[in-house]
């Protein structure tokens, strides 16, 4: 059909249309029906209008190349490798380096230990220090009980785990005060946190007695647990334990407890190594990583 006649023909038929629309809208009835349908037709539209440009925005995302597609910013946590606690690395190279048994280090061995633990806790240790050294850098610690802090002092004035009782008598180095006026804050962690060593059974322990003991009394240790990583800054407050006992250092209650030994037989093996800190900078207690 000719494109003339099939536009007339169009013309005819919405002319057509709209007269009887225009007829029956003069009935009440066919003129809300009408009324209706109009606002349904409008609606269908607006919506399938909106249907369309989601689907056609969906469309040209999904053909759009990866590469023209912005970033979005977001919160990236840390690599896994950064993540890793220093008591994890400790840990993971420790268990390598160190011997499970009583022992002391080579001087190989005491070098790699002492840089790891010195980069991933910032607590500079030495197997040897100032020319001392003890008979074991790795062996047993044993539960100690607690050790009188000044003259006239009594288990109720610890605060903590009073069910470990009190040594009879007063630690290798002499009370941690002279007095209660004297009792400080710091000589209170002195007594919390303190170790035990074997001077007695050093070689020259004898012939610079004198010397040694002033350089032992209270000295500063690290004190490592190799099995779980955890690890207390304590400080030498008396001398042992006999050799009979099979241990070859002691703890004090809160020491132990720190490194999680204070349970079942109260014993563990241990690294102990010297604190290189003169101007005393390292408070003493657990470590946190």
């Known amino acids: 059909m000719p494109e003339n006649n099939l536009q007339n023909s169009i013309a005819k038929l919405e002319r057509r249309s709209n007269s009887l629309r225009k007829k029956i809208r003069r009935y009440p009835a066919a003129k809300q029906f009408f009324k209706k349908t109009t606002l349904l037709a409008y609606d269908l539209r607006q919506k399938s209008g909106r249907l369309l440009a989601g689907a056609g925005l969906i469309g040209s995302l999904l053909v759009m190349p990866m590469t023209q597609i912005a970033s979005v910013p977001t919160e990236v946590s840390q690599p896994a490798q950064s993540v890793l606690s220093s008591r994890q690395k400790i840990l993971g190279n420790l268990q390598e380096l160190i011997p499970h048994q009583p022992a002391k280090l080579s001087d190989d061995q005491a070098s790699k230990i002492e840089s790891l633990i010195s980069e991933n806790t910032n607590i500079p240790v030495k197997a040897v220090l100032d020319g001392n050294s003890l ?155």
Request: glycine residues 10%; proline residues 6%.
């Open 135 to 289: 008979n074991h850098t790795v062996g047993y610690i044993g539960f100690e009980q607690h050790l009188q802090r000044f003259p006239g002092d009594s288990l109720s004035g610890h605060d903590e785990l009073q069910e470990a009782g009190m040594a009879p008598g007063i630690g290798a180095f002499g009370y941690f005060a002279k007095d209660q006026q004297d009792f400080s804050t710091s000589t209170y962690l002195k007594e919390k946190y303190y170790c035990v060593v074997q001077t007695l059974y050093l070689e020259n322990w004898n012939k610079d007695y004198r010397q040694l003991k002033d350089w032992y009394a209270f000295r500063k240790m690290l004190v490592i647990n190799p099995v779980n990583g955890q690890a207390v800054v304590c400080d030498v407050g008396d001398a042992g334990p006999a050799e009979w006992t099979g241990k070859q250092f002691g703890g004090s209650p809160e020491t132990m407890q720190a490194l999680d030994l204070n349970k079942g037989p109260k014993k563990g093996l241990i690294l102990m190594l010297f604190v290189d800190d003169p101007e005393n900078k390292i408070p003493l207690g657990p470590v946190n990583y």
